[in-house]
């Protein structure tokens, strides 16, 4: 059996993570989505394992101390958390699942699972960045220098990723993530290590 | 302009690599495939620059002399090798270039280019053969013994490949080399070089 392989998808904020994701949900059914854990309290028509893993305060603790999660944070007084064994079943289980997270996170899970595929959403404002500095001259210094650290900042997050994709149109972005997973199956090293398995030659 | 990028592919002989091209000429229009130098005559209908560029021993042996060939062997006393201009020249347009190539052709283009992207091609039967060894046990250990000595030297060829993909279905193989190409494209080092390509940040 092929192992399935974790994907964290990531980026700057307002970059379009979940719209992505939910596009992918409609073109990439057969992807698994994390589910997060969290301490807060289920809204109307949320549901526990679907959702989120409603813990409490303690049980989510207990998660902490045991190593149970690969990333956590706390918002505005409640955790949120990736639960590694909802991770880890379903990569057992053959298939590939999708994490959405921003990017303190992914490099959280990149420390404690380094084998996940680190993809990083890219804003087209970044691509056009060179055109736009190169190009005719006809913005201030001022606009220019204050793009420029923008731009350096995502440079500097993005070296940490084993891919970048550009947000562009959404369906582009989708297949370009498609064509990754599809392509880090055929990673020699994959393939090698699951014909191997088993098998003295 | 993003630039291109040389995709190699090869993988035992008889596993089906002129049928793949073939089969990538047309779901894969956009790419070019590298045309061969050779010294022998050209056949009827055969044109110089499509099928092959016809060189004759002195001109060939020029190109050797001067490093104009990514590899070259001779069959039957005639040349053929696969020119570095051509491929150069398509790479600098931004056009992506496949070499379909026999193993020992692929693993010195790998010394003269080896930031191309090398793909080997793999029969099924040795993505099958780890069932088959822990299946059932009906065959005799001669033949087990014999398909692992097969396995054992294609998975050493394999190792210098940077991705396997099986041939098990042509449009499977073929949109498996798709997704090689648009991944690799998506690679971050390959995104923020070409992000930072005349840009002082």
Redesign the interface.
Known sequence: MNKGLLLVLSGPSGVGKGTVCSALRKCAPELVYSVSATTRSPRAGELDGVNYFFKSREQFQDMIQNDQLLEYAEYVGNYYGTPRDFVQKTLDQGLDIILEIEVQGALKVKEKFPQGVF??L?PPS??E??QR??GRGTESEETIRHR?NA??EE?NL??H??????NDRIESAC??I???I???H???ER??T??????Q?
């Open positions: 993809v990083f890219m970044l691509q960045l060179q500095i190169v420029m731009a350096r440079i993005m070296q990723y084993d891919y970048a994709v550009v297949s370009r498609q064509a990754i599809t392509a880090e055929c990673k020699r393939v090698m699951e014909l191997l398995e088993g098998v030659l």
